[in-house]
């Protein structure tokens, strides 16, 4: 079982993706400040139809959605298995650049594992 973790950090914004390997496909977990769980995505590669789907769920109160979504359909359409992302990141009083910051931290992260994995 494969295990990957990067990590990426722009001031006091830190972002850690952990992932492991579970047969064919992927279980994603992208953290920073405060780690929790915020929101997962679950999404398939359709084969017939050469495309990903997903499907994501998150915590009232919670923004990580966009985040979850994104990353398990980029994985998805790459590794054309199923993958999981979970996410949860909060940084107390954080601003508006900061959160911009922090989803470019996010894709950086998946960029770099779907690299990782076609090394």
């Known amino acids: 079982m494969e295990r990957i973790q990067l990590t990426a950090r722009d001031g006091r914004i830190d972002v850690t993706l952990a992932a492991r390997q579970v047969g064919g496909d992927w279980l ?18 359709d084969r017939t139809h050469a ?5 994501v769920l998150s915590a009232p109160g919670h923004r990580e959605e966009q985040v979850t979504l994104d990353a398990a359909r980029t994985i998805t359409r790459h590794t054309r298995g199923t993958a999981v992302v979970i996410a949860g990141l909060h940084y107390p009083e954080i601003t508006v650049d900061e959160i911009d910051i922090a989803r470019r931290l996010c894709e ?3 960029e770099r594992f779907l690299a990782r994995l076609d090394d």
């Open 28 to 45: 994603v977990e992208i953290t920073g400040g405060q780690a929790h769980i915020g929101a997962c995505a679950l999404a398939t590669f």
């Open 51 to 55: 495309r990903a789907s997903a499907s």
């Open 108 to 110: 950086e992260l998946v």
